[in-house]
Each structure stands twice: as structure tokens, then as C-alpha cells.
């Protein structure tokens, strides 16, 4: 019964890291390729919305996704003010990997977020 009880214990415990990981207060910044899309000079994310140059604001809607060996992970998409963002943390270290979509132009740069 004891090693039931600990091994439940074990289980919220790492539950509630791993929901803490990309908690809402995390603050991340994003490197990218900047020749690719024009006007974007940096990228951040706070309070689960994506930030470019500081002042356009994209909201992100969080989901969970399925990464083979990793299991279920999380997932940020956002589409406002021209810009489409799909983020995803498929990688056994705290970051964030996606794209950056400028839709009126029509091209895309990789995205990588770490924790800052």
C-alpha cells in the first residue's frame, strides 16, 4: 500500500512540473532566420501570446499533441494581424520549435524558443 500511495504521489508531482514547464508567466525568446521574413525584428512570448518587434500582439491557443517517444506535449497556434505562428515543444529540452508564417507575403522562417 505504501508503494502505491508513493508511486501516486510521484505521478502528480511530475504531472504538475511538467504543466509548469510552459506555465503562462514563462517568458521565452525566439530566434529565427530575419532575412526571410521582412519587418520582423524579434520575437518573444509572454502570458501565452506571441509578441513581434514588441508591439503586435498575437494571441497563441494552447493544445496538446502526441511526440512519438516524448508523449503528449504541448502545442501553440496563432493567426492574427497577417502573421501565423505553430509552435511546438517536441524536444526533450525547454523549448519550442515551429514556424513563423507571414501570410501576405507568403513565406515562412523556422522559429526556435528557449527560456530566457
Known amino acids: 500500500m505504501k508503494?502505491?500511495?508513493g508511486a501516486c504521489l510521484l505521478l502528480i508531482t511530475v504531472s504538475v512540473l511538467q504543466s509548469q514547464v510552459f506555465?503562462?508567466?514563462?517568458?521565452?525568446?525566439?530566434?529565427?532566420?530575419?532575412?526571410?521574413?521582412?519587418?520582423v525584428e524579434s520575437i518573444e512570448i509572454s502570458d501565452e501570446?506571441?509578441?513581434?518587434?514588441?508591439?503586435?500582439?498575437?494571441p497563441l491557443e494552447k493544445s496538446t499533441i502526441r511526440c512519438g517517444n516524448l508523449g503528449r506535449q504541448k502545442r501553440f497556434d496563432g493567426f492574427a494581424l497577417?502573421?501565423?505562428?505553430v509552435l511546438e515543444s517536441c524536444t526533450t529540452?525547454?523549448?519550442?520549435?515551429?514556424?513563423?508564417?507571414?501570410?501576405?507575403?507568403?513565406v515562412?522562417?523556422?522559429?526556435i524558443c528557449n527560456s530566457i
Open 93 to 106: 529540452g525547454v523549448e519550442l520549435k515551429g514556424d513563423l508564417i507571414d501570410s501576405v507575403r507568403g
Open 3 to 5: 508503494k502505491l500511495i
Open 23 to 39: 506555465a503562462s508567466t514563462m517568458n521565452l525568446n525566439c530566434e529565427f532566420k530575419d532575412d526571410v521574413v521582412d519587418g
Open 49 to 58: 501570446t506571441l509578441m513581434i518587434n514588441k508591439d503586435l500582439h498575437i
Open 108 to 111: 515562412s522562417a523556422p522559429v
Open 82 to 85: 497577417g502573421y501565423q505562428v
